[in-house]
DNA sequence: TCGTCATATGAACGTTTGCTCATATGATTA
DNA sequence: TAATCATATGAGCAAACGTTCATATGACGA
């Protein structure tokens, strides 16, 4: 195959390894939607602000209390919690209530604790 | 609360609230961790490196064949995965073969596909 | 209607990230 | 031993990210 040429010279040794892997990859997009699903979770703020909405809803100003952050940093990583549906809201007059979007992220942030304590 | 004081005004609000989340929130650094963790599945690259090996252990030279990327790029993020524990390798000559680290990984990538499909 | 409050948003800025290129390491073969 | 090959690594750079600051929006109460 040429486009192995490039990398490797040895490339004869593993080609059945590499031919049967190719034909089982899900599409690009959907491995970029999946890597872009995982990036929310690798950030700090986000981790927290969906441990917290794990415990109860809450608005904006409650999070930015308990995570002693600014308003304006958690209404911007909400936005982006809500953009990849991870948290869902409701208005209340000024405030505005959020909450986690499903069980399933409980269960993702979990699995993810199961691993770095072992 | 004066933590709390220079966030919102109307803060008498939701204090119950804030008062029984914090008591239960983990300890800032495994929070941490746990960002760190899914900050290495943020990424296309890698998230493709961990879906190949999920079908067969490889080299590194198959690997960015596969891909189709340059060997160091792929090293460079094995590398970053094998600090994460994600992966683990054996040698083999000149050749170093990488394989997931536990049956764990595929379950969360699983998970997150299932996720992203809805 | 006006002032106030909770939230959202845009621009700016410093930091982090992922790639490439060049080179180092370490093992094999001639 | 010298050449070759697979992999690892460091520097450099462009792109992406997360925060802050200033300001906009939109709802409530006086």
New interface residues.
Partial sequence: ?E??AE??E??HV?ED??E???G???PED???????????????T???IL??LG??E??V??I???L?M??SAISHQLRVLKQMRLVKYRKDGKAVFYALADA??E???A??????RE
Avoid at 111 to 116: K, W
Wanted: proline share 2%.
């Fill in positions: 195959m486009r192995f990398v490797c040895l490339m593993h390894i590499i049967r892997v190719a089982v990859m899900p959907e491995l970029f939607d999946l890597a872009d699903f995982f990036r929310v979770f690798g950030d700090t986000r981790i927290k441990y917290v415990q109860s809450m608005c100003c409650d930015a209390g308990l002693g600014g308003q399933h992220i269960s993702i942030l699995q993810g604790m199961e691993h770095i």
